[in-house]
């Protein structure tokens, strides 16, 4: 009873707001027709960062809104030093009559990768209000990977994202956090789930002893995996994804089962059929496989830091514990009826709306 009352306590301003949007409908009040997105982060990436940005264009496509969107296999891009499959866009060339010509109502920089920096410098330079996004602690990640002060970097990403009129945030945790580091102007954008393909109706019989420990997302060492595969677990571990870590993580680990990146209904099977899903990240600023994963009926287990701690209820639909083995235990105990119906409200359709009530509408009327 507790839990279901922490639930509804930590969720009802959210919940309020989605159900007045879908009571009232949720017709654009701005007469925003044309987007240019800028993003250094899309298919065939798979990552929240694209699902996310997915799910925006193709529900406000549906509103006949109209979306440029500028990624890098459009330009010549070289691979990101120690992650490959990431591209870093060296030369844009006509980026900035790309953006003049179309016109657009609106622009978004999604990423403050090489094109956001290039879009930012060109709406600066044409005096074109702007918003952006913060999808990724790069701070916490380069510090994984490089000798570089998270401090400089959050120096460094505040100034990218000061200038933009709102830089949308996707919970309440990393909004507090930013703030603390300087950021302004943050406004919540939260996520969704896509019911129709991530739901308990997915569930088949794995071929794998259980209980089934699943873990979905990128292999990288950012992700805090070992963390999981090093505990000492009666069942199977099954990793779902790939990454720069996978070569190690698979001669490390042997026992664990590796079965590459899975999308929308194959992947809702491997959500619907384990036993548990274990978010080992302390790094995430929200962590959308969680919500995937709860949508088809799987407790998560999970550290309680920002991204987990505004998606699970303890007792509900998963377990935050700093002890992971303990989480696990606590998750692996909980009714699965409950579950799925815990992230009922999380609605890409609403997130969609939302997120065109924000951006900053450019007035072309006023420029020669």
């Known amino acids: 009873m507790t839990a279901h009352l922490s639930y509804l306590l930590n969720t009802f301003a959210r919940d309020y707001g989605y159900a007045f949007l879908k009571l009232f409908g949720t017709k654009p009040l701005k007469t925003i027709k044309r987007i240019c997105l800028v993003t250094d982060a899309w298919t065939p990436q798979i990552n929240g960062v694209v699902t996310t940005l997915s799910q925006l264009v193709k529900y406000l496509t549906e509103q006949g809104i109209e979306i440029d969107i500028i990624q890098p296999y459009e330009y010549p891009r070289i691979p990101l030093p120690t992650y490959p499959d990431i591209p870093l866009v060296w030369r844009a060339k006509g980026l900035e009559d790309r953006i003049l010509k179309n016109k657009p109502d609106a622009i978004h920089i999604a990423t403050e990768g090489s094109l956001g920096w290039r879009a930012r410098r060109i709406a600066l330079k044409h005096k074109l209000p702007f918003t952006t996004a ?12 490089l000798p570089i002060p998270a401090s400089w970097v959050y120096k460094f990403l505040t100034k990218f994202h000061d200038p933009a009129q709102a830089t949308f945030v996707p919970a309440q945790a990393i909004l507090n956090e930013l703030e603390s580091h300087g950021f302004q102007h943050l406004v919540l954008m939260g996520r969704g789930v896509d019911k129709r393909v991530f739901n308990p109706q997915q569930h088949i019989d794995l071929p794998y002893k259980k209980p089934i420990y699943l873990y979905v997302g990128r292999l990288a060492v950012e992700k805090n995996i070992q963390a999981f595969l090093s505990l000492d677990l009666e069942g199977t571990k099954l ?7 996978k070569e190690f993580l698979e001669k490390h680990y042997p026992d664990a089962v590796f079965v590459g990146s899975k999308q929308n209904e194959s992947l809702a099977q491997f959500y619907a059929s384990a036993d548990v899903m274990v978010f080992s990240s302390l790094t995430d ?22 991204g987990p701690i505004d998606i699970i209820t303890p007792g509900l639909n998963g377990a935050l514990n700093p002890d992971l083995n303990l989480a696990i235990q606590q998750a692996l105990s909980l009714p699965r009826p ?22 900053a509408q450019i007035n072309w009327s006023d420029r020669t």
């Open 134 to 145: 913060y999808h990724t602690k790069y701070p916490e990640y380069l510090a994984k990977r």
């Open 239 to 245: 990793m779902v994804g790939d990454g720069p870590q």
């Open 285 to 306: 600023t929200f962590g959308l496989v969680n919500i995937e994963a709860m949508a088809c009926g799987t407790p998560v287990a999970a550290f309680p830091v920002t």
């Open 338 to 359: 409950p579950i799925a119906q815990s992230v009922e409200n999380y609605d890409w359709q609403v997130v969609a709306s939302d997120f065109l009530q924000h951006l």
